[in-house]
């Protein structure tokens, strides 16, 4: 006996995407953020272009001809800045918190993110989210309870207290940053090293430290931008003019604009002088940090 079977007719396929209409998918998905990106982008290089023009431009230049360039470049609004609004002063003293804080930061919470990265566990969890919380806490819900515990160690306007405090706010951010580059390193170097009888602390210093070196340099420039253009603490523990750090100077060379005549061309002079060494440095390192952060982030 035989039976029959009746086929089915196929159902037709959907034509496939040539990779040249794949490839405009793509484009016109990416076309609002990229628009968006472009646009946040050239609005800052023409802020940032502004700027630096009007530093070398006459106050009644600025105000009759604000987008004129200079006839005549006005150097000196530079020199008053730098010597009659306090900016040399506030320059070294900026510099000598974001060399001393951001090395100092990265230092501590290397061998403690080492740690936490490399032994996973109980505590070392709990110890992860705990730094994590840290983040979490805005510095002005800590303001007050550290202006208190800073006034009993007389810590207040003095440059060493506001160190401390750069470090302790900046170590939650850099341990769960190093935690994660360190979590990444393969563990097989651990495991040869121990079985030609390393120790743990000179597997860390030889060999783990040297290949996290750019996680520990993206944490460094990091935690760098973020003490130079610090302002609450700095405002909140700092109380004479010697001390000053750069925004500071930049408030209170604004404050003396107002009763003075406001003389526009130095005070944008002074913006310039607070904000073009950290974009040197980033045109500068700004690739290492993107790597940096991507390495970390791909565990």
Same mark, same amino acid.
């Given at each position: 006996?035989?039976?029959? *079977? ?20 793509? *484009? ?8 968006? $990106? ?8 023409? %802020? ?9 431009? %006459? ?47 990265? $230092? ?30 805005? $510095? ?83 935690? %760098? ?75």
């Amino acid at each position: 006996m035989t039976t029959t *079977v009746a086929t089915q007719p196929a159902e037709p396929r959907a034509p496939a995407r040539t990779p040249r209409r794949r490839r405009l998918a793509r *484009v016109l998905a990416r076309l609002p953020g990229t628009t968006a $990106v472009w646009l946040f982008t050239g609005f800052c290089l023409f %802020a940032f272009a502004f700027m630096l023009i009007s530093s070398f431009k %006459a106050s009644r230049d600025i105000l009759e001809r604000p987008w004129s360039l200079p006839a005549t470049p006005r150097f000196e609004n530079w020199a008053t800045a730098w010597n009659d609004g306090g900016f040399g002063p506030a320059f070294i003293n900026s510099t000598v918190l974001v060399v001393t804080a951001s090395a100092v930061t990265v $230092v501590i919470a290397g061998p403690a993110a080492y740690v936490l990265g490399r032994r996973p566990g109980r505590l070392s969890n709990g110890l992860n989210l705990y730094f994590v919380l840290g983040l979490g806490i805005p $510095v002005q819900v800590m303001v007050l309870p550290l202006y208190a515990l800073m006034n009993s160690l007389e810590l207040i306007n003095s440059l060493f207290g506001l160190f401390v405090l750069y470090v302790v706010v900046s170590l939650p951010f850099t341990v769960f940053l190093l935690t994660s580059f360190f979590a990444s390193l393969p563990a097989e170097l651990e495991e040869a090293a121990a079985l030609d009888g390393v120790s743990a602390a000179m597997t860390f210093w030889r060999i783990m430290l040297p290949l996290a070196r750019g996680g520990l340099l993206t944490a460094t420039l990091l935690n %760098a931008m973020g003490i130079w253009n610090e302002t609450l603490l700095a405002l909140m523990f700092i109380q004479t003019n010697d001390k000053f750090t750069l925004p500071l100077a930049l408030l209170n060379y604004f404050q003396q604009q107002q009763f003075t005549g406001a003389d526009f061309g130095a005070l944008f002079a002074g913006v310039s002088i607070s904000i073009l060494p950290m974009i040197g440095l980033y045109a500068w390192l700004g690739r290492r940090i993107t790597e940096g952060i991507t390495m970390g982030a791909g565990k």
